[in-house]
């Protein structure tokens, strides 16, 4: 998953801390948890309830409380180093007791309601029922498990433990808990900047169910770290202490135009930005901007300031007042003309304001890092003359560039004569139900997903090949790719076809649609049959032409079409011992061979036939995969008053 060069710096890292005593052994990360554990376990909550319970989970004067070990313990039997939780008041436990009065308190900070000793206590039960919950959920989950299966365990915890799993508080218990399944960032914007500068495109959130609260992504982030430190065989909390050590604090990046038609005087002035070592933006009228703060009051002055010199352009006072109070000293600079990245910077110092430059007299202090000429992937701020660029493949390759990473992989040329990319790289072993068909992919060369309606075949046919495919050609999963890059693995509307193709089986389809066979074809008003190659044959020719690349077929509803008819005496080559062997085609009398790098996944719904129905030939030719209902996902679900949980 990583860059060469950014492994070689990460290892370091490593040995540096290790050098100075700042990372801990796995020994010793093992009895802290464990002392953690035995105190605050879902076992020891189980055994409290009433005052006890709502002591010793909420009391922050007492020290041994559940509340202190989370956000205030430092000591030998556990050191602050598992992910701060500091910041904000005691009320985002939701409840606290006032140290002047003794009263249990809740609500805002702004609007603190007093509670009565069994209000509390009610509470205290919610958030004890909600960790126990999560940690089960937690506990079921694979080790190594896949981005599907995170996103899954997102929802539940959105579902089974709203009030206590999008908390910083809630996650930092969960991963004290499972360290070997979430990692200790428990902002989700500390998981994403540490995604982005280890080159990676944080995952996305899953769509929520109906009636499920809002979550952020703090457990769909955490199967990227779980690999990664995998990959560097590194536990999970050494993996963040070295990140920690080498990123810093999350930054900014932000778009600031050299060169804009509709600014008066603004030609371009990267040589000069580049020379002087600044970044900076014109509007000289304005005089020193120095009293402008990062408030609403002066946002409103600089509108008025605006307006006043400049008229109609007042709309301009955003850009300036980013520029001016936005923009912190440590964040990153994109001096862009005409489209262009012309230079990546990191800002050294405070505004300024040099009246010897009237057509660019803002600045700011820069040390330009990179001064290469480039695009970013992904159009974001356009004709915007200093705005936040927030998208994760542009903020992956300004940090590629800065790194002097490897670039990556190109995107195709085309097909029709399409040059895929020469794959160069090893695909892992998938997690779940992506692991079970890889694995019978692996053994058969193609496989059968079966069960009732309902339970995801289709879905887990498509991500699974999608996958493979792009792990194959590009080292990633398919949704870490650019659009260009999922062309190459799913084609486009154009009609170019890509490494994942998909048809459907029914009772009209048959081996002239999948292999080859005459259809009719209109020139110059006379109808006349055109032999033509089905979606399997193209398929196979394609395969043999990039033997380096593998190609994935996705059949739904196999068992509705007529097996013998449609396969023919293709079922001869399918099998792995077969692959390669060429047989004559009888209509076309071309040669056909299957090649080994060919992979068939099919579906089909055992509410309209079994598998025990299906041809013999074809059963034994296939490997097949069992997806069941999943009671689990319905959680405490009622509908007029008739709970779904089983």
């Known amino acids: 998953m990583l860059d060469k060069k950014l492994t070689e710096e990460i290892r370091e890292k490593q040995s540096d801390l290790d050098k100075a005593g700042q990372l801990f052994s796995l020994a010793q990360l093992e009895t802290y948890y464990k002392t953690f554990h035995l105190r605050f376990g879902p076992e020891q909550l189980r055994n409290l309830d009433g005052e006890d319970l709502l002591n010793r989970m909420h009391a922050h004067g007492n020290h041994d409380s559940f509340v202190y070990w989370l956000e205030f313990k430092d000591d030998d039997e556990l050191p602050a180093v598992f992910g701060s939780i500091a910041g904000g008041s005691a009320l985002k436990f939701g409840i606290y007791k006032r140290k002047e009065t003794g009263a249990w308190m809740t609500g805002s900070p702004a609007n603190q309601l007093e509670l009565s000793i069994d209000e509390a206590v009610k509470i205290a039960r919610r958030n004890r029922d909600q960790l126990i919950k999560g940690a089960e959920l937690l506990e079921a989950l694979p080790r190594n498990a896949c981005d599907q299966e995170y996103a899954t365990l997102q929802l539940q915890m959105s579902q089974l433990a709203p009030h206590v799993s999008d908390l910083a508080w809630g996650h930092k218990y969960f991963s004290l808990l499972h360290p070997e399944k979430l990692d200790d960032y428990h902002n989700p914007d500390f998981q994403r900047f540490h995604l982005i500068k280890l080159l990676q495109i944080p995952p996305l959130t899953p769509s929520l169910a109906v009636g499920a609260s809002t979550t952020g992504s703090r457990y769909v982030a955490a199967g990227r770290y779980v690999a990664i430190a995998r990959e560097l065989n590194l536990h999970l909390n050494q993996l963040t202490t070295i990140l920690n050590k080498r990123n810093g604090r999350p930054y900014k990046y932000w778009h600031v135009l050299t060169n804009y038609a509709a600014v008066p005087g603004w030609e371009n002035h990267w040589e000069p930005m580049q020379k002087g070592g600044y970044a900076g933006i014109g509007w000289a009228k304005l005089g020193d901007l ?194 260009s890059q999922k062309t190459v693995i799913l084609g486009n509307s154009g009609g170019e076809l890509g490494l994942v193709r998909v048809c459907s089986f029914h009772p009209a389809y048959g081996y002239e649609d999948f292999l080859e066979g005459y259809k009719p074809k209109s020139v110059n008003d006379q109808l006349i049959f055109d032999l033509r190659d089905g979606i399997f044959k193209r398929l196979c020719q394609d395969a043999c032409t990039h033997p380096d690349n593998r190609y994935y077929l996705v059949i739904d509803e196999i068992n509705r079409g007529d097996i013998p008819r449609i396969f023919g005496e293709l079922l001869m080559l399918l099998e792995k011992d077969k692959r390669g062997t060429a047989i004559l085609m009888p209509l076309s009398g071309m040669r056909l061979e299957v090649p080994a790098n060919v992979y068939l996944i099919g579906t089909m719904n055992t509410a309209d036939r079994s598998i025990a129905l299906l041809d013999t030939a074809l059963r034994r030719r296939f490997g097949f995969v069992e997806l069941m209902p999943d009671p689990a996902t319905l959680g405490n679900t009622v509908v007029g008053s008739i709970p779904l949980k089983p």
């Open 290 to 483: 120095s009293d402008i703060k990062l408030d609403s009051k002066s946002k409103d002055r600089l509108r008025e300031l605006m307006k006043t010199h400049y008229g109609d352009m007042g709309g301009w006072a955003q850009e300036i007042f980013n520029f001016v109070a936005g923009i912190e000293v440590g964040d990153i600079v994109l001096a862009i003309g005409h489209s262009k990245v012309l230079g990546i910077g990191r800002v050294t110092g405070p505004y300024s304001y040099d009246q010897t430059i009237p057509e660019m007299p803002h600045h700011r202090t820069v040390e330009w890092l990179s001064e290469k000429s480039w695009e970013l992937p992904t159009a974001e701020v356009k004709n915007r003359v200093v705005r936040e660029i927030r998208q994760a493949t542009n903020l992956v390759e300004i940090e590629r560039t800065i790194l002097g990473a490897e670039p990556a992989p190109s995107p195709p040329v085309g097909i029709g004569g399409t040059k895929f990319p020469v794959p160069a790289f090893h695909v892992p072993t998938l997690n779940g139900i992506p692991g079970r068909i890889q694995s019978v992919l692996d053994r058969k060369g193609q496989c059968i997903l079966y069960g009732p309606p309902g339970t995801g075949k289709t879905y887990w046919a498509l991500l699974t090949a999608r996958d493979l495919a792009a792990y194959k050609t590009f080292g990633c999963k398919y949704i870490q790719l650019t659009d």
